[in-house]
């Protein structure tokens, strides 16, 4: 049922709806200054939702920063990639389609090839709601078979479908490799954040390691600050179901 409640409460809340809905209010408005009204609130939240210097100030405050390698231990155990970054629902299915967030692969892919790591944990099983699709787990494992990781070196966990489940059924897996102490938990800058909160609930101690950044540097020049973007709406979007995900987890006891 949370799931699914989720599901609804991401759609409620993404600022394309509430644009809409301004729209069709204006629409079915019959007094002519309750329908400016409307029209003035949808240009309002449209040059908002719009603005790159606004979302991007946002995103800058929410996700967490860089780590540098030198700062990760010389030899973690594994490094836990979450997924949420492939399209599981494109055919045909025999390959995989990376979309935003495809630094989290890459990522635990370089820690691995560098050394820093000695396994890569993927987890994620699928999100669809009505209907059980393929895991990104298995077309991330794959992938890092084809970069050159072996198999004895990747651990798939393809049964969880959100955060609190990816940290549940990673420890629950763990219990199967003792001696699998040192974590590195790589997913994207802006979920970071939750991940790391879900995860130490359950016990483990895993070191964040963001990827998958959305913002970019600050930037002075008149584009920045007075251009709209819609892409800026689009990260907006990100951001406004992550916080509301951080603060639901939050309530629910989760983080």
């Not at 790591?117 to 992938?143: C, M, N, P, Y």
């Not at 590195?184 to 895993?206: D, M, N, W, Y």
Request: positive net charge.
């Amino acid at each position: 049922m949370f799931f699914i409640l989720s599901k609804l409460l991401d759609l409620v809340l993404l600022p394309t709806v509430w644009l809409l809905v301004l729209l069709l209010g204006a629409l079915v408005a019959r007094q002519p200054r309750r329908k400016r009204q409307w029209l003035v609130a949808a240009v309002a939240l449209a040059l908002l939702a719009t603005n790159p210097a606004l979302t991007n100030e946002a995103l800058l405050a929410w996700e967490l920063p860089p780590v540098p390698l030198a700062a990760l231990p010389a030899h973690a155990d594994a490094a836990v990639l979450l997924t949420g970054i492939t399209q599981v629902d494109k055919s045909p299915h025999d390959r995989a389609y990376l979309g935003n967030g495809a630094d989290r692969f890459t990522n635990a892919l370089w820690l691995y090839r560098a050394r820093r790591v000695r396994r890569i944990i993927v987890s994620g099983g699928s999100g669809a709601v009505l209907a059980k699709a393929h895991t990104e787990a298995s077309d991330l494992a794959t992938l890092l078979r084809l970069a050159g990781v072996p198999n004895s070196a990747i651990i798939v966990e393809d049964s969880s479908r959100n955060t609190r489940e990816n940290a549940l059924y990673t420890k629950r897996l763990l219990s199967r490799y003792p001696g699998t102490d040192t974590l590195i938990l790589v997913t994207s800058a802006f979920h970071e954040r939750r991940a790391l909160g879900c995860f130490r609930k359950v016990g483990l101690q895993p070191i964040a390691f963001p990827a998958g950044y959305r913002s970019t540097d600050r930037s002075w020049s008149p584009g920045y600050w007075l251009v709209p973007n819609p892409g800026a709406m689009e990260n907006l979007s990100l951001l406004v179901h992550e916080v509301t995900g951080w603060l639901t987890y939050k309530v629910m006891g989760y983080l």
